[in-house]
């Protein structure tokens, strides 16, 4: 197998203290910044920040949909980690900043498959997911900076 890796990054003009609250609100903002490739969004357990369980389906192209069953972790304060419990699939949350901006970042890695389909899931997948993170958190600059 080999690890695949999408970054995605966007500086917001609010404090980092509501950027970060903002990112691990799993019961409220999480679900108003979501873009069309995310369905069946739903809260398990927690709602905030660490300890949570969220379930969604994410159709990352037409024929790309992956049952995403997330475990939220944080382990250091400007960071939380979603490991999906049904795969390799691993999101890092990090919100940096000083005085009124912030800097989101976010980073998926998976383990991608080998052979030619992992060759071609290597070269075009991180630029998807790469594009749909973009759009989520231009969706959170959005609802923060409103």
């Given at each position: 197998?080999?690890?695949?890796?999408?970054?995605?990054?966007?500086?917001?003009?609010?404090?980092?203290?509501?950027?970060?609250?903002?990112?691990?609100?799993?019961?409220?903002?999480?679900g108003k910044?979501?873009?069309?490739?995310?369905?069946?969004?739903?809260?398990?357990?927690?709602?905030?920040?660490?300890?949570?369980?969220?379930?969604?389906?994410?159709?990352?192209?037409?024929?790309?949909?992956?049952d995403v069953?997330?475990?939220?972790?944080?382990?250091?304060?400007?960071?939380?980690?979603?490991?999906?419990?049904?795969?390799?699939?691993?999101?890092?949350?990090?919100?940096?900043?000083?005085?009124?901006?912030?800097?989101?970042?976010?980073?998926?890695?998976?383990?991608?498959?080998?052979?030619?389909?992992?060759?071609?899931?290597?070269?075009?997948?991180?630029?998807?997911?790469?594009?749909?993170?973009?759009?989520?958190?231009?969706?959170?600059?959005?609802?923060?900076?409103?």
């Amino acid at each position: 197998m080999n690890q695949v890796q999408a970054v995605a990054e966007q500086v917001i003009n609010v404090p980092v203290d509501q950027v970060r609250a903002a990112v691990a609100d799993y019961a409220g903002v999480r679900g108003k910044i979501l873009t069309s490739h995310y369905r069946d969004y739903e809260v398990r357990s927690g709602g905030t920040g660490a300890g949570t369980v969220v379930h969604w389906t994410l159709q990352a192209t037409q024929k790309r949909v992956r049952d995403v069953l997330v475990e939220v972790s944080s382990p250091q304060p400007d960071v939380l980690v979603e490991a999906d419990r049904n795969s390799t699939l691993i999101s890092t949350w990090t919100v940096q900043g000083s005085g009124g901006s912030s800097t989101v970042r976010v980073v998926t890695t998976w383990e991608g498959a080998n052979g030619i389909g992992g060759f071609f899931e290597r070269i075009f997948a991180p630029a998807g997911l790469r594009r749909i993170h973009g759009e989520l958190l231009a969706n959170l600059a959005r609802e923060l900076q409103a």
